[in-house]
């Protein structure tokens, strides 16, 4: 007891710290209590994928309460990224017990690089329908942050998504751990989609990086039908979690299941993987011809020249 008592008052010390560095009155913070049992292991509920392995190695799911990056390497990769997106906005509305909605916050240079959601395609995709799905396009970054910031308070919004591409000054480290704190109380996910971004120190403390991955072709009752191209694959990375180191994987979404699987075997950390079809060694010496035919017969690689060959070469490179 004595123990979680002064381990309590270093949290509300150390809490003090960060709202006078912050310019934030300690008042408007939590109970020192509530985020003692959070750094004590406290379960705050998580969103399950459908893949038990996924699940495992980020500890149980996706967390609920918390701020969630999801980074794109390149800006083309903005499709794949919202795709991934949209498939856990479906799972996390399929699993509240009531109706509510979810926020989509994008300035509006990032709606024209990238594109707007296709609300007609919600519902194949993810079973999210046009009614259940919200999006805010302000002219400004600024404006986004603070759309998301208050929108993360509200009760009738099962999670916020906030696109951003780069990384832009305004959304430093104190704005993550705003947003993050905004996700703690509330209980309910914001998440993060960064595009073409170098990962930033952020409060995030989960970071998937989202890449395309090749589908296998459409099942049919006669087996694989051959040129046709099957569900979205996702190749994701786990790059930054505090449950388990980073891994990789490739997942599978199924539209009709609302779940992800697997979609090949899972990533090892091997730079290299082994060929497919068997070792492919070098020929051996000498089975390559390296002259010309001449007349019509090949010269052996073992050949050498001649002493006028090697005197006029000698000569020629001399003249020049």
């Given at each position: ?43 705050e ?43 856990l ?57 603070w ?9 009738e ?33 914001v ?56 891994r ?21 950390g ?51």
């Amino acid at each position: 007891m004595a123990k979680d008592a002064v381990a309590r008052d270093v949290v509300a010390s150390l809490r003090r710290d960060i709202a006078r560095i912050e310019g934030r009155l300690t008042e408007r913070l939590a109970p020192a209590e509530d985020v003692f049992l959070r750094l004590a292991g406290r379960p705050e509920g998580a969103l399950r994928t459908g893949d038990d392995r996924f699940d495992a190695a980020l500890g149980g799911g996706v967390p609920l309460a918390a701020l969630t990056e999801i980074h794109g390497n390149q800006i083309r990769d903005t499709g794949v990224v919202a795709g991934f997106a949209l498939a856990l906005a479906g799972l996390l509305l399929a699993s509240v017990p009531k109706r509510h909605s979810v926020l989509w916050v994008a300035p509006r240079e990032m709606m024209l690089e990238g594109g707007m959601p296709y609300l007609a395609g919600l519902g194949r995709l993810s079973g999210i329908q046009p009614g259940d799905f919200l999006i805010a396009q302000p002219n400004r970054l600024a404006d986004a942050l603070w759309i998301a910031d208050e929108a993360a308070k509200l009760s009738e919004l099962a999670a916020v998504f906030l696109e951003i591409h780069g990384n832009p000054r305004q959304f430093d480290l104190t704005a993550s751990r705003r947003l993050h704190r905004r996700a703690q109380e509330a209980g309910r996910p914001v998440f993060l989609l960064r595009h073409a971004a170098r990962p930033d120190p952020t409060a995030a403390p989960l970071r998937l990086v989202v890449n395309a991955a090749p589908s296998v072709p459409r099942e049919t009752l006669t087996g694989p039908l051959a040129g046709s191209i099957g569900r979205p694959v996702f190749a994701v990375r786990i790059d930054k979690n505090h449950a388990a180191p980073p891994r990789q994987f490739l997942l599978e979404w199924n539209r009709d299941d609302r779940r992800f699987r697997q979609s090949g075997p899972e990533d090892t950390g091997a730079l290299v993987s082994a060929s497919s079809s068997g070792p492919h060694n070098a020929p051996s010496v000498g089975s390559v011809l390296a002259f010309k035919p001449v007349g019509g017969e090949a010269v052996a690689a073992h050949v050498q020249p001649t002493r006028e060959q090697h005197t006029a070469h000698r000569s020629a490179r001399r003249a020049g």
